[in-house]
């Protein structure tokens, strides 16, 4: 027995498992919806930054600079550093 385990990315899934059924009849399909873990909303919010990276709007710092901008915006919170 064949077994097959697809996950959908395209409009002609349908037809590419009709044609997989037509090879093998006995053929087991399965479906995995798993967003390893993710839940529907952060999903979709992950999609979004990864847009806007596609896009060219997401600024990236380095370690040092993310540490710096950390203890700045703390300073101004009133914390002693």
Do not use: C, W
């Not at 993710?38 to 979709?44: G, T």
């Amino acid at each position: 027995m064949t077994s097959i385990n697809i996950i959908p990315d395209n409009s002609n899934l349908i037809q590419a498992i009709k044609a997989v059924l037509q090879l093998d009849p006995k053929a087991q399909i399965t479906y995995d919806d798993d967003l390893g873990g993710l839940s529907l909303a952060d999903a979709k919010h992950l999609q979004e930054i990864s847009d806007a990276d596609d896009r060219g709007e997401v600024k990236y710092y380095s370690f040092d600079e993310m540490r710096e901008r950390s203890k700045e915006h703390l300073r101004k919170l009133g914390a002693s550093l």
